[in-house]
């Protein structure tokens, strides 16, 4: 089974508004990462946050992780129609070789 | 920037057919990667390597082969297509070391077997 389970699933927003997507995990990790993928496209890395991190930001992106609930969300402040894509969450294990496993995405649909 | 080149957008192949699928990656990263992409199921991981002629199975490498004979060059092979492999492949690759390396996503292939 997937190792990240993103939630919700779809999530339709106006332009201004933020966005919040969830990712659930099952085992320890090493750490949690966040892609982009736009309609067809390949993926696109946005943040990695440790496993000893509890909160990262990037430009209009913030990450916050909670290891004691396995638990990741991603937050898109005063989104734009640009932001318009699926997001995966996936995340690191500790398994000695760099192994990410991928949750099944959220996508989000910014409307103008 | 890192870039990673997958051969073909898009290709139909018929069932029984050898399907090579090519990605070649610039930035002399160690690892490479396959994945399928699948409604519903997300990323899943086929095939890896971390060095040239070393290879390692994903999650579901029944019906997948792979070569990399150069350090830049990673290719999945379908022996014999089946109508399930029916998917996108995304190839990827990182450097090697850290867990913590981005990993580099190709365009992505569509593959429709019929």
């Known amino acids: 089974s997937q190792q990240g389970e993103e939630d919700p699933q779809a999530l339709s927003i106006q332009e201004g508004e933020n966005a919040t997507m969830n990712c659930s995990y099952k085992t320890s990790i090493n750490n949690l990462q966040w892609y982009r993928q736009n309609s067809g496209r390949g993926l696109v890395h946005l943040i990695l946050i440790r496993s000893n991190e509890r909160e990262k930001h990037s430009g209009r992106l913030r990450v916050t992780l909670d290891t004691s609930k396995k638990s990741s969300s991603l937050l898109i402040t005063a989104s734009r129609a640009a932001d318009t894509a699926s997001y995966f969450c996936?995340?690191?294990?500790?398994?000695?070789?760099?192994?990410?496993?991928f949750g099944t995405g959220t996508r989000l649909l910014v409307s103008p | 920037d890192v870039k990673v080149t997958q051969s073909s957008r898009y290709l139909v192949k018929r069932t029984g057919e050898k399907v090579f699928l090519e990605c070649v990656q610039d930035m002399d990263h160690e690892n490479m990667f396959w994945y399928r992409q699948d409604p519903g199921l997300g990323l899943r991981l086929i095939y890896f390597?971390?060095?040239?002629?070393?290879?390692e199975k994903g999650d579901i490498p029944e019906g997948y082969s792979v070569s990399r004979e150069k350090k830049e060059r990673f290719s999945l092979i379908l022996e014999s297509a089946s109508t399930n492999q029916t998917s996108m492949y995304l190839c990827?690759?990182?450097?090697?070391?850290?867990?913590?390396?981005?990993?580099?996503f190709g365009e992505g292939s569509w593959l429709t077997v019929v």
């Open positions: 996936a995340t690191g294990l500790n398994t000695g070789f760099q192994k990410l496993v």
């Open positions: 990827a690759s990182s450097r090697q070391g850290a867990i913590r390396n981005t990993i580099y």
């Open positions: 390597s971390y060095d040239v002629k070393m290879k």
